[in-house]
């Protein structure tokens, strides 16, 4: 017996054909598409005076880092220390870990990580004077100084201090540890909601930018140009309103953090798109390039068709599946038939349920293109995906490290 090795789910080569190539389901993504986005941000982001540190959390494929990093980006923003690890090991220079580090093992990390490469710029979040004790004291025991932010929330959010004053209150904690840095203040606005959302953010982001200010007239930052930074990808256009300021521009380094955009959606960041243009008046904005690709496995009903992927090869947090076009194998891309009338229903572990909308043809077999909502919990399904162009030949692929 010959014992062969496991392909990876989606596995593609450069040159090979999306539709006849490839064993679906597939991880994909429209190359003019994701060019288009990684420009439109970095763009966004210069043209009012601020840097971008894109979320890697979304898509943990170096690949994609390294096509942000050469658009311009100042950074990654990251969430764990072992994402840091990941993001160092494939070149990435400066992190800003948008997170506590908590737990010895974690700094341990860390500390690896800054002894070997005394270079790499690294900052992470505090948000309790119990938080800037335990840090000092492992970084310092190892003759380290570790550069810290302030996270500044709000009530009922996630971290952060909750006031004005506790940031005045960790700031002075910090001073007093030899072993840490404060080098910014640093805040995310995407837990604020309900109907007066735009106007608490911007309330938000004014008390930051004040906070920053106030620190800094103190002497408080190791930085002569400390970091101030917030926005995900739902509000970064009101985050970068506030920063777009002067007195902003001369004294912080303006830092924008989001991250689903590299892909953009079909479901809950096309929504938020359109709030952005309408407040900014823009006329064009980021595009889909994210799908996930299945077969028709089954048509054991009229008007009822099965697709052969489920809750392990796309996210459904957020919305199930959307269907967007129907190919047959060794068609071209031009001859892709629009099936968005169709709805998936239900969606199990390898399986999705849809609605075939009346006067839609479907063959088992046929191949469908499907849009996602939330890809941040698509591409954790895959450690492999493949990069197409508009004939959909791969012209790519990448390595998710999740």
Aim: with cysteine; net charge negative.
């Amino acid at each position: 017996m010959t014992t062969l090795i496991a392909p990876e789910k989606g596995a593609a080569s450069p040159g090979a054909s999306l539709l006849s190539d490839i064993a679906l389901p597939a991880l994909v993504i429209h190359q003019d598409a994701l060019d288009h986005n990684i420009a439109w941000m970095q763009a966004f982001a210069s043209d009012r005076g601020a840097e971008l540190a894109p979320h890697g959390k979304t898509s943990m494929a170096p690949a994609l880092f390294q096509r942000q990093l050469a658009a311009g980006a100042w950074g990654m923003t990251l969430a764990t220390a072992v994402q840091t690890r990941a993001a160092q090991a494939h070149g990435v220079r400066r992190v800003l870990m948008a997170n506590q580090l908590v737990g010895a093992p974690n700094m341990a990390l860390i500390a690896e990580l800054l002894t070997a490469d005394p270079d790499f710029d690294f900052h992470c979040l505090v948000d309790h004077p119990a938080q800037v004790t335990a840090l000092s004291a492992f970084f310092g025991a190892r003759g380290l100084a570790l550069q810290v932010m302030i996270e500044y929330g709000v009530p009922g959010g996630r971290c952060g201090c909750r006031s004005e004053s506790e940031v005045r209150e960790l700031a002075r904690a910090i001073a007093g540890q030899p072993a840490l840095r404060l080098t910014g203040i640093e805040g995310y606005e995407g837990v604020i909601h309900g109907a007066e959302a735009a106007t608490d953010i911007r309330a938000f982001a004014d008390s930051l930018v004040r906070l920053a200010e106030e620190l800094r007239g103190q002497g408080a930052f190791a930085l002569d140009r400390p970091i101030v930074t917030a926005s995900g990808s739902a509000w970064y256009d009101l985050i970068a309103a506030a920063f777009d300021q002067l007195e902003v521009r001369e004294r912080f380094l303006a830092v924008m953090r989001p991250g689903s955009y590299v892909v953009h959606d079909h479901g809950i960041y096309r929504d938020a798109q359109c709030g952005v243009l309408a407040r900014t008046g823009l006329n064009e904005g980021l595009q889909p390039a994210m799908e996930v690709w299945a077969h028709v496995q089954s048509l054991p009903e009229p008007g009822f068709a099965i697709l052969a992927l489920g809750k392990r090869d796309i996210a459904h947090d957020a919305g199930l599946p959307l269907p967007l076009r129907r190919y047959r194998p060794g068609q071209t891309a031009a001859e892709a038939v629009d099936v968005s009338g169709c709805t998936v229903t239900a969606i199990m572990d390898q399986h999705a349920f849809m609605v075939v909308a009346p006067g839609t043809a479907l063959a088992i077999g046929d191949v469908i293109a499907l849009g996602t909502s939330h890809p941040c919990l698509t591409f954790d399904k895959w450690r492999q995906g493949c990069i197409v162009d508009e004939e959909l030949q791969v012209v790519d692929i990448f390595a998710t490290c999740f």
